[in-house]
């Protein structure tokens, strides 16, 4: 039964895909594991058959476990349906896939996630889809660039590298003029802190994986659709056979129901360290959209309900020495990649690949994801391990 639009987010996070009366009773939706689904009868076996799908009634197009975790994505994020992939980047390729023909071309923010910019530069362009990059902060003025074939605009806002704003409705109003899509991945803020679809997005991109499952064991991803986009979308992820394995699932939901609680220690973390780094000598430059002294902060603002736990610094100028024993000397903060889990890490960045602006920090970049620790421990951990850095230049 699709839950009441009168009920806030949190409610919704709680309740949003159970039907503990259909699984006899059980508060949390089983892990339902296997392949086949068997019928009593032919006409049981016939009625299963959907237009365009007459395999549907098979575990690869889904289990209760998977509807559930699918019903409440849609919910949350306010799309028609999701769809969930095995990991974030094939939500992410998939979406671009279920919407691009040969002699297409996409607008892509110069600011996105690498290896879905590694994906347009190398498997789109093989397909014959021209890519080109765009100005984070073009907002309204994207319409300069927009031609009578650019059917995909893609942004990430904001960027989880160097985390620039867009200007989503302005950027939507002027695609949908030539009825161009509008795919966001909106991992950074969830579906708690951005509503997509309000916003004129036509697919929204979730890495699941981060802060959904929110603890860091288990790889997910989803896309969830307007009505417009939403048969493209369903049908690609069919034609390529992808799917997500049921205990991922399970674990997705889990975390779904904290979702609220611990995004919002993420945030509340998240700016207390970023406002203390930017006090450190040692730091050229917080990039964080809820800091007012953010480029991207007005936007911010108008737009999002919320931050998550991650942003970046760019360091003052400094040698392999001097990174080495900042790094060396953090306690709370592991070096991994991705974010999202309970956990703090920090992350050596390179400089980032751009097209249309050169990156203009000489010094490295560092981007931070703030865990649920004490953030009075964690600003101590990380102004200790700058200090050290200091000592070195």
């Given at each position: 039964?699709?839950?009441?639009?009168?009920?806030?987010?949190?409610?919704?996070?709680?309740?949003?895909?159970?039907?503990?009366?259909s699984h006899a009773g059980m508060v949390n939706t089983p892990a339902f594991r296997g392949s086949t689904?068997?019928?009593?009868?032919?006409?049981?076996?016939?009625?299963?058959?959907?237009?365009?799908?007459?395999?549907?009634?098979?575990?690869?197009?889904?289990?209760?476990?998977?509807?559930?975790?699918?019903?409440?994505?849609?919910?949350?994020?306010?799309?028609?349906?999701?769809?969930?992939?095995?990991?974030?980047?094939?939500?992410?390729t998939h979406s671009l896939l279920a919407l691009l023909r040969p002699g297409d071309h996409v607008l892509?923010?110069?600011?996105?996630?690498?290896?879905?910019?590694?994906?347009?530069?190398?498997?789109?362009?093989?397909?014959?889809?021209?890519?080109?990059?765009?100005?984070?902060?073009?907002?309204?003025?994207?319409?300069?660039?927009?031609?009578?074939?650019?059917?995909?605009?893609?942004?990430?806002?904001?960027?989880?590298?160097?985390?620039?704003?867009?200007?989503?409705?302005?950027?939507?109003?002027?695609?949908?003029?030539?009825?161009?899509?509008?795919?966001?991945?909106?991992?950074?803020?969830?579906?708690?802190?951005?509503?997509?679809?309000?916003?004129?997005?036509?697919?929204?991109?979730?890495?699941?994986?981060?802060?959904?499952?929110?603890?860091?064991?288990?790889?997910?991803?989803?896309?969830?659709?307007?009505?417009?986009?939403?048969?493209?979308?369903?049908?690609?992820?069919?034609?390529?056979?992808?799917?997500?394995?049921?205990?991922?699932?399970?674990?997705?939901?889990?975390?779904?129901?904290?979702?609220?609680?611990?995004?919002?220690?993420?945030?509340?973390?998240?700016?207390?360290?970023?406002?203390?780094?930017?006090?450190?000598?040692?730091?050229?430059?917080?990039?964080?959209?809820?800091?007012?002294?953010?480029?991207?902060?007005?936007?911010?603002?108008?737009?999002?309900?919320?931050?998550?736990?991650?942003?970046?610094?760019?360091?003052?100028?400094?040698?392999?020495?001097?990174?080495?024993?900042?790094?060396?000397?953090?306690?709370?903060?592991?070096?991994?990649?991705?974010?999202?889990?309970?956990?703090?890490?920090?992350?050596?960045m390179d400089a980032p690949t751009r097209s249309v602006k050169p990156w203009r920090h000489a010094g490295?970049?560092?981007?931070?994801?703030?865990?649920?620790?004490?953030?009075?421990?964690?600003?101590?951990?990380?102004?200790?391990?700058?200090?050290?850095?200091?000592?070195?230049?």
């Amino acid at each position: 039964m699709p839950l009441s639009s009168l009920l806030d987010c949190e409610t919704r996070l709680v309740h949003g895909g159970r039907d503990p009366s259909s699984h006899a009773g059980m508060v949390n939706t089983p892990a339902f594991r296997g392949s086949t689904i068997v019928a009593s009868s032919l006409d049981e076996w016939e009625s299963r058959k959907l237009p365009g799908n007459p395999y549907a009634s098979y575990g690869r197009f889904g289990t209760p476990t998977t509807r559930a975790l699918e019903t409440a994505l849609a919910d949350l994020e306010g799309g028609f349906r999701s769809i969930v992939f095995p990991s974030g980047l094939a939500a992410c390729t998939h979406s671009l896939l279920a919407l691009l023909r040969p002699g297409d071309h996409v607008l892509m923010t110069d600011s996105v996630y690498g290896p879905t910019r590694a994906f347009a530069t190398t498997v789109l362009r093989r397909f014959g889809v021209e890519t080109e990059f765009f100005d984070p902060g073009a907002g309204a003025a994207i319409r300069e660039l927009i031609r009578p074939n650019t059917r995909v605009v893609y942004v990430e806002s904001p960027g989880s590298a160097t985390f620039e704003v867009q200007d989503i409705p302005a950027i939507a109003r002027e695609a949908h003029r030539v009825d161009a899509f509008v795919v966001m991945d909106n991992t950074w803020a969830s579906p708690l802190f951005f509503k997509p679809f309000e916003h004129g997005v036509d697919i929204s991109v979730q890495a699941a994986t981060k802060y959904i499952v929110g603890h860091s064991d288990a790889l997910l991803g989803a896309a969830t659709a307007n009505e417009r986009a939403w048969p493209l979308l369903q049908q690609v992820a069919h034609d390529f056979g992808q799917t997500a394995g049921p205990d991922d699932l399970y674990l997705a939901l889990r975390g779904l129901r904290t979702l609220s609680v611990r995004l919002n220690r993420h945030w509340e973390n998240g700016v207390m360290l970023a406002e203390a780094l930017a006090r450190h000598p040692m730091v050229a430059q917080v990039l964080h959209p809820a800091l007012p002294s953010d480029a991207g902060h007005a936007i911010w603002r108008r737009d999002f309900t919320g931050a998550s736990g991650l942003f970046a610094i760019a360091l003052q100028p400094v040698g392999r020495e001097g990174l080495r024993a900042f790094f060396d000397g953090l306690e709370l903060f592991g070096i991994g990649l991705s974010w999202g889990g309970y956990e703090s890490l920090a992350l050596p960045m390179d400089a980032p690949t751009r097209s249309v602006k050169p990156w203009r920090h000489a010094g490295p970049l560092v981007r931070i994801h703030a865990g649920l620790e004490s953030c009075k421990d964690l600003i101590e951990d990380m102004s200790a391990a700058l200090d050290r850095m200091q000592c070195l230049v």
